[in-house]
């Protein structure tokens, strides 16, 4: 299933995708996150998605046109974001750091989330090289703590698409402020749905790629991660819990901005469109105001 989070009559609403239909899982009578979100059904696990798989056959579902409404981040507060940094070998080397001998973490502050489809936007008195990472995403979907390596995926609710937008002088420079590089209002982009862990045979065989302004920038394969997602949960959740709705964008690979010669950052009027096979495509335009 494609889960998603949209605003239909200036409401923020959860729901499922239906071929170009989405079905509104808050009339079904299923529970509503704070925001207004996916939350609270994450939180609730199989059993929950069962019902949403109820919602779909339902001959009453109240249901919109996609083209009708806006989609919006499918969580729109995760309570962490935990990121992987330098998880593919050739993205290191164009980096020019060593191959790690394990996960890479850091943070991405909630504020950071942003919609698939909404604007970029940053200060520039703060920062003036913004670069793109296409990720693949993995979205928790049950509690956990020291998960052993191989019922890792039982863990996992669902695949998405994150851009992790990265403010590179403040990333690298000085004092290296890798969360906060990454952390500035609009810097995840992420979406537009999450695909339950049913639907994707095997999330390491799944192309990835950025597109900037209608020029392929990044390509690669999941099978290359350094760190497999197996792998990244269970180091994540050793000594920490893993809570529904907690976000892990996987890394990325080769052909970021800041490597190329000469480099190349965001600027205003671009379009940054970010897509995972099998998962789904986010486009976001830079505007600076």
């Given at each position: 299933?494609?889960?998603?989070?949209?605003?239909?009559?200036?409401?923020?609403?959860p729901g499922v995708l239906d071929g170009g239909t989405v079905i509104d899982l808050k009339a079904a009578g299923l529970p509503v996150?704070?925001?207004?979100?996916?939350?609270?059904?994450?939180?609730?696990?199989?059993?929950?998605?069962?019902?949403?798989?109820?919602?779909?056959?339902?001959?009453?579902?109240?249901?919109?046109?996609?083209?009708?409404?806006?989609?919006?981040?499918?969580?729109?507060?995760?309570?962490?974001?935990?990121?992987?940094?330098?998880?593919?070998?050739?993205?290191?080397?164009?980096?020019?750091?060593?191959?790690?001998?394990?996960?890479?973490?850091?943070?991405?502050?909630?504020?950071?989330?942003t919609g698939p489809f909404d604007e970029l936007s940053w200060p520039e008195s703060v920062t003036n090289e913004v670069d793109y990472?296409?990720?693949?995403?993995?979205?928790?979907?049950?509690?956990?703590?020291?998960?052993?390596?191989?019922?890792?995926?039982?863990?996992?609710?669902?695949?998405?698409?994150?851009?992790?937008?990265?403010?590179?002088?403040?990333?690298?420079?000085?004092?290296?402020?890798?969360?906060?590089?990454?952390?500035?209002?609009?810097?995840?982009?992420?979406?537009?749905?999450?695909?339950?862990?049913?639907?994707?045979?095997?999330?390491?065989?799944?192309?990835?790629?950025?597109?900037?302004?209608?020029?392929?920038?990044?390509?690669?394969?999941?099978?290359?991660?350094?760190?497999?997602?197996?792998?990244?949960?269970?180091?994540?959740?050793?000594?920490?819990?893993?809570?529904?709705?907690?976000?892990?964008?996987?890394?990325?690979?080769?052909?970021?901005?800041?490597?190329?010669?000469?480099?190349?950052?965001?600027?205003?009027?671009?379009?940054?469109?970010?897509?995972?096979?099998?998962?789904?495509?986010?486009?976001?335009?830079?505007?600076?105001?």
């Amino acid at each position: 299933m494609k889960l998603l989070t949209f605003i239909a009559h200036n409401e923020i609403r959860p729901g499922v995708l239906d071929g170009g239909t989405v079905i509104d899982l808050k009339a079904a009578g299923l529970p509503v996150g704070e925001e207004g979100d996916l939350l609270q059904i994450v939180r609730g696990g199989d059993a929950m998605l069962e019902r949403v798989r109820e919602a779909i056959d339902s001959p009453t579902r109240r249901t919109f046109d996609l083209d009708d409404v806006r989609l919006t981040a499918p969580l729109l507060a995760p309570s962490k974001i935990i990121a992987v940094g330098l998880n593919y070998i050739d993205h290191c080397k164009e980096a020019n750091l060593p191959v790690p001998t394990e996960p890479v973490l850091f943070s991405k502050f909630p504020n950071s989330i942003t919609g698939p489809f909404d604007e970029l936007s940053w200060p520039e008195s703060v920062t003036n090289e913004v670069d793109y990472e296409v990720e693949l995403a993995v979205v928790i979907g049950r509690r956990g703590r020291n998960i052993p390596e191989k019922d890792a995926l039982d863990y996992v609710c669902g695949y998405s698409v994150v851009n992790d937008v990265s403010a590179r002088d403040l990333q690298f420079a000085n004092a290296k402020q890798w969360d906060r590089g990454k952390s500035l209002d609009t810097f995840c982009p992420w979406g537009p749905y999450i695909v339950t862990r049913d639907e994707i045979d095997d999330p390491h065989k799944l192309d990835v790629r950025t597109v900037l302004n209608g020029k392929e920038m990044q390509k690669s394969n999941t099978k290359n991660l350094i760190f497999n997602i197996n792998q990244i949960i269970a180091y994540a959740s050793q000594g920490t819990t893993l809570m529904p709705g907690d976000l892990i964008p996987t890394g990325t690979p080769f052909g970021v901005g800041f490597s190329r010669t000469p480099p190349v950052f965001l600027k205003h009027g671009d379009v940054c469109e970010c897509e995972v096979e099998d998962i789904g495509r986010i486009v976001n335009k830079v505007n600076l105001k």
